[in-house]
């Protein structure tokens, strides 16, 4: 055999064998638990008619946090701010190409505001949740939270205890989050 024909099916070898195995039907996956989940895709008629009211809402597009502005009729409250976010975005949102990354990968159950902290209660995540992108999802809501004049940091707990996140960098942390441990992953405003 020739060296290059050894090298090419080497490589082709190494290509095709590597990555995510494939199964050999669909399975289902299964919905994230929490009261704010909805199973029918968000429409722009689950919206706050346009308003006065700035609601800034942080969404992926292309692995990065994108903040969206809504108008709103008033401004939400903290535990209605991480419903609309945890609703997902409109029909025109998706057409924009933005998606969000908390399906499947952080299950929010709640938020308290403490002072200028919001504190989100997370579930454990089921066995199949089908995502991997924890540090976008954890992003989204401290960007989003943060966007509010009344929170200045987020922290999450699991069962009341503090849950280490990933930041932008890749470290954990159980320290309260701002933008900025987010910094490198979000699109400026």
């Known amino acids: 055999m020739n060296r290059r024909l050894v090298v090419a099916l080497t490589l082709t070898a190494l290509l095709t064998g590597c990555g995510i195995p494939t199964d050999d039907a669909a399975r289902p996956v299964k919905p994230p638990r929490g009261p704010f989940l909805s199973t029918a895709a968000p429409t722009d008629a689950t919206t706050a008619p346009p308003g006065s009211a700035v609601e ?10 994108v903040p969206v502005v ?12 991480l419903r609309h976010l945890l609703a997902g975005p409109t029909a025109v949102e998706r057409d924009d190409d933005l998606t969000s990354a908390l399906a499947g990968a952080v299950t929010a159950a709640g938020a308290t ?10 579930d454990e995540p089921g066995h199949d949740v ?11 809501i401290v960007c989003t939270l943060t966007s509010r004049d009344d929170v200045a940091t987020v922290t999450f707990l699991r069962d009341g205890k503090p849950l280490g996140v990933p930041r932008a960098d890749g470290s954990l942390t ?16």
Do not use: K, W, Y
């Open 70 to 81: 809504r108008r709103v009729d008033r401004p939400p409250t903290v535990e209605e701010h």
């Open 130 to 140: 089908g995502r991997s992108d924890e540090v976008l999802a954890f992003g989204q």
């Open 174 to 189: 159980e320290q309260p989050l701002t933008r900025a441990d987010f910094a490198p992953l979000i699109v400026p405003l």
């Open 113 to 122: 505001v403490n002072g200028a902290q919001a504190q989100i209660a997370v």
């Open 56 to 65: 800034i809402l942080c969404l992926v597009r292309d692995n990065r946090i």
